[in-house]
């Protein structure tokens, strides 16, 4: 890999604000790479924890550190229309300053279910809706003169002159995909491609595929798109059953998610684990009954294990992150999950992040 490993936190915009703030500027003090916001939609409702924007969060987030880069990790492009988006975009990028923010686009099918949508509109693909929305996110915020024309969406943008109030400098924009073609569209047209909760090194390796694939078409670099990768984790300083409590929540939630929210969208994934949509469904079925500590129980060690957490005491953690690390991650994404996580981030960035950075 050419591009220098990354390490970030992927934080739910579900918990309360101060509380994701704080967590925030501890992440900053601890030296993690990024904050990635996974926006919570109002399927979180039915287990009494309330959906917030990851937009603007994200600009409070920005305003409240000094080195933590700020990435929508990630936001659907069926929410918010692209120019939208940009609008959005040029607040948290002016708050953050040059080099701290990425946007990330996914199809979010969590939220198209809240919606009663059932899935995206007939008349066009969720590629369409992904490619235009890359295409003009990153045409306006470039500043000039900006007329397009998608399958999805559109716009006629008129440019800014030089001495306009607007920051001039460059933001990433990230394509998240679990199917193929959307994998590979990252390829093609991201600055970086993100995978979903419940990755696996086996993932990252069919991802990496995916990516070439995309980058091949358009006559890049594959191995100068960043692939960050949401996987489960917690820590502990001494104790690896206890290091591994908190990924077992978190896994819990993501699998219970993968029955309940976006089957078959997932099955690549789950086989890549070597898990069975059945051998999960106790999971879901727990998750509606009784929350997610409820689904955490359901959770067998056999199971955990095959969700491939970098979990447990610094050792375990360094020797999960190398194992990403050599399957083709770039940018290890943390869903840290469990009690006293800042304590678990300050445990990461002091033990953990000297030995897995160049």
């Known amino acids: 890999m050419t591009l220098p490993l990354r390490v ?17 500027r501890v992440m900053d003090e601890a030296g993690m790479d990024t904050v990635w916001l996974a926006e919570a939609y109002p399927w979180w409702r039915k287990h009494q924890m309330e959906a917030r924007s990851s937009t ?11 080195r933590l880069t700020i990435g929508w990790g990630i936001i659907s492009p069926y929410t918010r229309h692209p120019v939208q988006a940009a609008m959005d975009a040029r607040v948290v990028q002016e708050t953050a300053g040059p080099g701290r923010f990425i946007v990330g686009f996914g199809t979010s099918k969590i939220f198209l279910n809240n919606t009663k949508q059932g899935g995206p509109p007939k008349v066009t693909k969720p590629l369409a809706h992904m490619r235009d929305s890359v295409e003009i996110v990153r045409g ?15 716009a006629d943008i008129p440019a800014l002159s030089p001495d306009a109030h607007a920051p001039g400098w460059d933001v990433p924009v990230y394509v998240a995909g679990t199917a193929p073609l959307m994998q590979q569209l990252g390829g093609e047209i991201g ?59 978190i896994a819990g939630m993501y699998l219970a998610n993968k029955v309940q929210n976006i089957a078959g969208s997932a099955d ?26 409820a689904a955490k129980e359901q959770v067998t060690d056999s199971l955990l294990d095959r969700c491939k957490p970098i979990a447990g005491t610094p050792a375990d953690c360094i020797a999960a992150i190398a194992e ?15 009690d006293h996580r800042q304590e678990q981030i300050r445990l990461f960035g002091e033990q953990v992040l000297p030995h897995v950075r160049p």
């Not at 470039?142 to 559109?154: C, L, Q, T």
């Not at 696996?200 to 070439?212: D, G, H, K, L, Q």
């Not at 990403?324 to 469990?338: N, S």
């Open 324 to 338: 990403y690390r050599d399957a083709g991650c770039t940018h290890v994404m943390l869903e840290l999950w469990g």
């Open 140 to 154: 306006i915020l470039g500043g000039g003169r900006f007329e397009y024309e998608g399958k999805a969406f559109s």
């Open 268 to 293: 690549t994934l789950l086989e890549l684990a070597e898990i069975d949509p059945e051998e999960i469904r106790p999971v879901a079925e727990a998750m509606e009954r009784g929350g997610r500590l």
């Open 56 to 66: 603007v969060v994200s600009a409070l987030m920005a305003a409240q550190t000094t």
């Open 191 to 249: 600055d970086g491609v993100l995978t979903p909760s419940i990755t696996t090194p086996a993932f990252v390796r069919y991802t990496r595929e995916n990516i070439e694939a995309g980058a091949t078409k358009s006559g890049r670099d594959p191995d100068e798109v960043d692939l960050g990768c949401t996987v489960v984790a917690s820590i502990h300083a001494s104790d690896r059953d206890a290091g591994r409590d908190g990924a077992r929540e």
């Open 8 to 24: 970030g936190v992927m934080q739910l915009t579900m918990e309360p604000l101060e509380e994701m703030l704080a967590t925030a």
